[in-house]
């Protein structure tokens, strides 16, 4: 609190070494801190909802956010985060925040993630059994292909084969290529042909759920 | 082409984080030189005339920013935004990470120039290891007596904190960094007042993204003059390209201002992968208006993209190849947006809640073509409404996609539908629903 000239300052930085000590922004965390700091606990409750590292559940006391923001997003990431999941799932992975996040700031390794701070990457689905297993046991994440590694270096090949990607298969009009095939959709030109008479945008026929036309 | 590496000349040195190898490749000299040589004044008017914009986002002159800030002796303070939390961007990371004691040494400058006697790092919490190397480079130079009382000698106190950040996109934005550094909800305020008069702690701020305070020892120690050399028209000097999404090389390149975007993105980052077409591209982060084929030979300005109907931004140059559909990735964008948005202004709240929704619909099959209609009246109704551009970040880049690629929409709207048909034909989850769904159905 001395570093700054109002002690309300030191909320985020109290907040966060309360949550390294119970593991999340615990009620009685929150006490605590709020004893310390002189505020109610109400004004840090309010606080630690708005930050995404600030954890209000608990969650696990290590983290591993996996980034599935837009440059991500381009290179698959949703995939990779997916196959984490479901690893840690199958591995049953305990005490451990999972969480897609938002950009980390690291678009030239995408798709990346940031085990407790460490960024790693590029990733593939084939690394996320491993991510999991070295999580688990407190090994290091993927020696050699985190950031602050030693002669850290992306590699330079694309990563993504040429010609149509195997999956997800998209076309480049939208829709898939399986799609496209099966369903014969013209080229992008032109005026969009429609199949069907266009529904009012407020037509409730447009969202009947199959089990809503259920004849029991 | 080659890079023009100013921020960047050794940053292949190894230790360069330490200050011994930084004080021998003349590290500090400009802050010496500031400091001892020069008058506040002068330092001033040397980064005004250099025509150095804010490298941040908004390309607002820097020295005309820190000229604003009342004179007189009160308490000033200089923040650093270091939150780069835009997506997309990543060249704030390379520098705090390989060269902080430049980060310093700027702070230092624009501290002088500014009249500020406290200054803080705002680093965002997700940077763990940018922050621990910003933190010993800070103790370094209070070692040295660059920072602290009588900095080297002279009569001026100037004190600087690395403060963590805990994940918010919104805290880049610079009152909402300062209602974060203040130990509240990062809440953007309203302006005017303006952080040069009324920001931290009610105090004159002054708050620069760290690659603008990274050019300032480089001003100081070449000259505005032989800096104004460099780059086209008003955009002066060298700039930072993060270059990722579809590209071969992706990784942060430092060009001078006004290469065309062409050399950037083929030349630089190779392009996209092999077989690839560019589709479309965001030149400044993800909150730029896209842009396509036809604007790749324009020149990397601030002018030239803005006149392009899209902006420089952050200068993070995201390429989205054609094997991309755009509908999920405007998706993406839009969540993203959603998620980050503080709640305190009705449009963007709403608006970005809503455009999350009837993309989600569109992307399903359940859309109609005047959802498309309906999109970009709210896009309309986003923009230039809200305390900060948190909002337009979405609005401009979903309006643009929808601008240039209206029939990828409507192709997509149509595909998804069909698909959805076909589906309720023959349930999805039939598992789930049993087997008379099936029989139902036939």
């Known amino acids: 609190m001395s570093l700054y000239p109002d002690r309300h300052s030191a909320t985020l930085p109290a907040l966060g070494a309360a949550q390294k000590v119970h593991g999340w922004c615990s009620p009685e965390a929150i006490r605590q801190v709020a004893a310390v700091m002189q505020v109610t606990p109400a004004y840090l409750s309010s606080v630690a909802t708005f930050y995404d590292m600030l954890r209000t559940e608990p969650r696990g006391s290590r983290y591993v956010y ?51 701070g460490r960024y790693v990457g590029p990733l593939t689905t084939a690394d996320a059994a491993e991510i999991v297993s070295a999580v688990k046991d407190g090994r ?45 959709v013209p080229p992008a030109e032109g005026p969009p042909p429609h199949a069907r008479e266009p529904l009012h945008p407020l037509d409730p026929g447009t969202s009947v759920t199959p089990e809503e036309e259920e004849p029991e | 082409m080659n890079e023009t590496r100013l921020l960047l000349r050794n940053v292949d040195e190894p230790g360069l984080n330490t200050i011994e190898v930084y004080e021998r490749l003349g590290g500090y000299r400009s802050a010496r030189k500031a400091l001892l040589e020069m008058t506040p004044e002068a330092v001033l008017e040397e980064l005004e005339s250099s025509g150095l914009r804010g490298r941040g986002g908004a390309g607002f002159s820097m020295g005309k920013k820190a000229s604003f800030i009342p004179k007189g002796t009160m308490d000033k303070y200089l923040c650093c935004n270091a939150d780069e939390s835009e997506p997309g961007a990543f060249k704030d990371r390379l520098l705090m990470q390989k060269n902080p004691h ?7 400058i624009g501290a002088i120039a500014a009249g500020a006697n406290k200054g803080f790092i705002f680093i965002r919490g997700e940077y763990e290891t940018q922050a621990d190397l910003l933190d010993a480079a800070v103790g370094e130079a209070y070692e040295r007596g660059y920072l602290g009382e009588n900095i080297l000698g002279s009569d001026t106190t100037f004190e600087l904190v690395v403060h963590r950040g805990k994940g918010a996109y919104i805290c880049g934005e610079e009152t909402g ?66 270059v990722s999404g579809n590209v071969q090389r992706p990784g942060n390149y430092e060009i001078e201002l006004g290469v065309p975007v062409r050399d950037i993105i083929y030349g630089l980052a190779g392009g996209p992968p092999e077989g690839r077409e560019l589709k479309c591209f965001f030149p400044g982060g993800s909150s730029a208006p896209v842009l396509t084929q036809e604007h790749l030979d324009l020149p990397f300005t601030y002018e030239a993209m803005a006149e392009a ?52 619909r569109i992307d399903e099959g359940e859309g109609t073509p005047m959802d498309l209609d309906i999109l970009e009246q709210v896009q309309g109704n986003i923009i230039g409404n809200c305390l900060c551009v948190l909002g337009d970040s979405m609005a401009m880049p979903v309006a643009s996609m929808l601008k240039h690629f209206r029939p990828e929409f409507e192709q997509h709207m149509e595909a998804a539908r069909q698909r959805r048909d076909l589906v309720g034909l023959q349930p999805m989850g039939a598992g789930e629903l049993g087997g008379v769904a099936g029989a139902g159905a036939a």
């Open chain 1, 66 to 116: 996996v980034c599935t923001s837009v440059a991500c997003h381009l290179r698959d990431a949703r995939r990779v985060y997916e196959e984490i999941e479901r690893e840690a799932v199958d591995q049953q992975l305990e005490d451990v925040e999972l969480r897609e996040f938002e950009c980390l700031g690291a678009c030239d390794m995408a798709p990346m993630a940031s085990v407790d």
């Open chain 2, 102 to 108: 430049l980060l310093v040494e700027g702070c230092i």
């Open chain 2, 309 to 360: 109907g899209s902006m420089l931004g952050t200068a993070s140059v995201i390429v989205v190849d054609d094997s991309q559909p755009l509908v999920p990735l405007a998706l993406r964008l839009a969540e993203f947006y959603r998620h980050e948005s503080c709640g305190k202004c009705v449009p963007c709240r709403e608006g970005t809640n809503w455009t999350v929704k009837m993309l989600e």
């Open chain 1, 140 to 184: 290091e994440v993927l020696p050699g292909r985190g950031l602050p590694d030693l002669g850290f270096s992306i590699p330079p090949t694309p990563r993504q084969a040429p010609g149509p990607p195997e999956e997800p298969d998209v076309h480049p009009a939208g829709g898939t290529w399986k799609d496209s095939e099966v369903l014969d």
């Open chain 2, 177 to 242: 960094l300062l209602d974060a550094l203040e130990g509240k909800r990062g809440n953007p305020r309203l302006k005017p007042p303006f952080p040069a008069n009324q920001g931290l702690y009610q105090g004159p701020t002054l708050i620069n993204n760290v690659e603008t305070l990274c050019n300032a020892p480089i001003i100081i120690e070449k000259g505005a003059e032989w800096y104004r050399g460099l780059g086209e028209g008003n955009s002066t000097g060298t700039k930072l390209v993060s």
